[in-house]
């Protein structure tokens, strides 16, 4: 049956579907950026007051971009100093130190898996549960201030680690795989020149699996900044007074999003503003995909003479 496919069918198929794909991505991005373009002036950056604060977030008049971009970037940047040294001490251990074939190591790997399926309002819940009630209150506690808790809240700190928990397996896998690519022969000839087993990880595998931890890591910093089911539970509001302090509450564009498409007592007035937030979304995702692909081209493999 297969035999009386013709030649050039199959090539044709796989062709169409995939510029077909394209296309619609193309037609998203198209759409919504002449949808949100009329809308994209300098008051709905920075507002037209002096300072450019949020004080309804209800109020389309009130809430401008500048402020939602910058409690976005505050928690992702958060989120990358948590999540980055995490997974990949995992994945590094996983790849070069577990022994090969130990249950531990396959039990680690599992619950890895594990973690990468959960949906994202279980981590919302347990980030309420755990980093703001027991460690927030443990710090409360510990401090003496249960009358008015200063940690034991939801907050810019807690949203930020309840991220990192949540992209972690994206980069545990990432930086594994990039590290198992690595040519079996440079391990080899590093070795034989007499350099250790760390000389070997920080001067040969590492330079070489970067392009793909790199690929990994804002990967999952992607997927970070679009999410809005944990940040309900552990620190997003609808307004603040423009304050940035790790314990205490902040904007985010994509829970602003949510706000606007749910919330609004006038969709009518709020749709400009909804239009240039998701519009600034879809740029920031795009400019993530755009730094792994440059970094991905751009990274240069070490050369074993580096030792």
Request: glycine share 10%.
């Amino acid at each position: 049956m297969i035999r009386r496919i013709p030649a050039w069918l199959f090539p044709r198929l796989t062709g169409a579907v995939a510029w077909a794909l394209a296309g619609l991505v193309l037609s998203l991005i198209l759409g919504i950026s002449l949808m949100a373009w009329p809308h994209l002036s300098w008051a709905a950056w920075v507002g037209p007051g002096p300072d450019g604060r949020a004080s309804n977030s209800l109020d389309p008049r009130s809430v401008h971009l500048v402020p939602l971009l910058v409690g976005t970037a505050a928690r992702t940047f958060l989120m990358s100093l948590a999540v980055i040294p995490m997974g990949i001490l995992t994945a590094v251990y996983l790849a070069e130190y577990a022994p090969s074939g130990s249950r531990a190591a396959g039990l680690l790997r599992w619950l890895v898996q594990v973690l990468a399926g959960v949906p994202s309002v279980i981590f919302g819940l347990f980030g309420l549960g755990f980093f703001v009630g027991v460690v927030g209150g443990g710090l409360d506690r510990w401090t003496g201030d249960l009358a008015s808790p200063v940690w034991g809240r939801p907050a810019l700190l807690w949203a930020s680690l309840t991220m990192a928990l949540m992209t972690l397996p994206v980069v545990v896998v990432a930086t594994e795989e990039a590290l198992r690519s690595v040519s079996g022969d440079l391990r080899v000839a590093a070795i034989a020149l007499g350099a250790t087993r760390l000389q070997v990880l920080l001067r040969i595998l590492l330079p070489n699996a970067l392009p793909g931890m790199a690929t990994g890591v804002i990967l999952a910093i992607g997927r970070a900044s679009g999410e809005v089911v944990p940040l309900l539970f552990t620190g997003a509001a609808v307004a603040t007074q423009g304050s940035l302090a790790l314990n205490e509450r902040f904007m985010d564009l994509a829970y602003q999003v949510f706000v606007l498409s749910t919330q609004s007592p006038d969709p009518q007035a709020s749709r400009p503003l909804l239009l240039a937030s998701v519009w600034a979304l879809v740029f920031l995702s795009l400019l993530l995909n755009a730094g792994a692909a440059i970094l991905r081209s751009r990274a240069t493999p070490a050369a074993p003479d580096r030792l």
